[in-house]
């Protein structure tokens, strides 16, 4: 059985551009789920004790890499990036495994 992989993605988002911001992640949260995606966590960064992260993260969990590469690579979410690069000051989008 292979182990699943869990997508990290912090946001700062921009404060100018809230609609921006809003249709990124209209937009990629369905395409997420499309993918197979499984929502573990949506939180507010309440505090920084180092570090940049500023605003949001996002936690789920899919049945591979290979899925959210694919995902990320895909002309829909091309689509999205402008929406993304207007909307958030810093995104950080993350592959992660077990250790």
């Not at 100018?16 to 990629?28: D, F, P, R």
């Not at 949001?56 to 899925?67: A, G, H, P, T, Y």
């Not at 959210?68 to 690579?73: A, D, G, H, Q, Y």
């Given at each position: 059985m292979n182990a699943k992989t869990t997508l990290v993605v912090t946001a700062t988002p921009n404060p100018?551009?809230?609609?921006?911001?809003?249709?990124?992640?209209?937009?990629?949260l369905p395409l997420l789920m499309k993918a197979g995606g499984q929502l573990v966590k949506r939180l507010k960064v309440s505090k920084v004790i180092h570090g940049n992260?500023?605003?949001?993260?996002?936690?789920?969990?899919?049945?591979?890499?290979?899925?959210?590469?694919?995902?990320?690579?895909?002309?829909?979410?091309?689509?999205?990036?402008?929406m993304r690069d207007q909307g958030f000051t810093e995104m950080n989008i993350l592959l992660t495994n077990e250790m």
């Open positions: 100018n551009e809230m609609e921006s911001a809003q249709n990124y992640l209209q937009g990629v992260p500023n605003g949001m993260v996002l936690v789920m969990d899919f049945d591979s890499d290979d899925v959210i590469t694919e995902l990320f690579e895909s002309d829909e979410y091309a689509a999205l990036i402008p």
